[in-house]
């Protein structure tokens, strides 16, 4: 059974960090490209950040660049995502998914997804 298990939402203040946790299989771990998500309340899925499978590339949405860092523990099978300086803005349910083809994810798309964490930033 294909699983991505996230983890680390909460609630934070303006300015503050918080680091997100996704865990995954074995399988699609090494094999697939790994990508973080969000959706506020009405509005629209948007891009976060995604790295290859082969950790050696990651590319970022621009309303979080400079801001946070994806990163991939491969001996723990876990994708992070540091997030730093967040803003209310930021307030949302945070998604880790998992795709083959790079482009999919940084499409908005991805074969698996997970349930969801809620960060939210207080103003």
């Known amino acids: 059974q294909v699983q991505l298990v996230e983890s680390g939402g909460g609630l934070v203040q303006a300015g503050g960090s918080l680091t997100l946790s996704c865990a995954a299989s074995r399988y699609i771990f090494t094999n697939y490209n790994m990508g973080w998500f969000r959706q506020a309340p009405g509005k629209e899925r948007e891009f976060v950040a995604v790295i290859r499978w082969s950790g050696g590339s990651a590319y970022y949405g621009d309303s979080v660049k400079g801001r946070f860092t994806i990163s991939r523990d491969n001996a723990k099978n876990t994708v992070y995502l540091q997030m730093n300086s967040l803003k209310p803005e930021d307030t949302a349910v945070y998604y880790c998914?998992?795709?083959?083809?790079?482009?999919?994810?940084?499409?908005?798309?991805?074969?698996?997804w997970g349930q969801g964490t809620q960060v939210t930033v207080s103003s």
């Open positions: 998914a998992a795709d083959s083809v790079l482009s999919q994810l940084t499409g908005g798309r991805g074969d698996y």
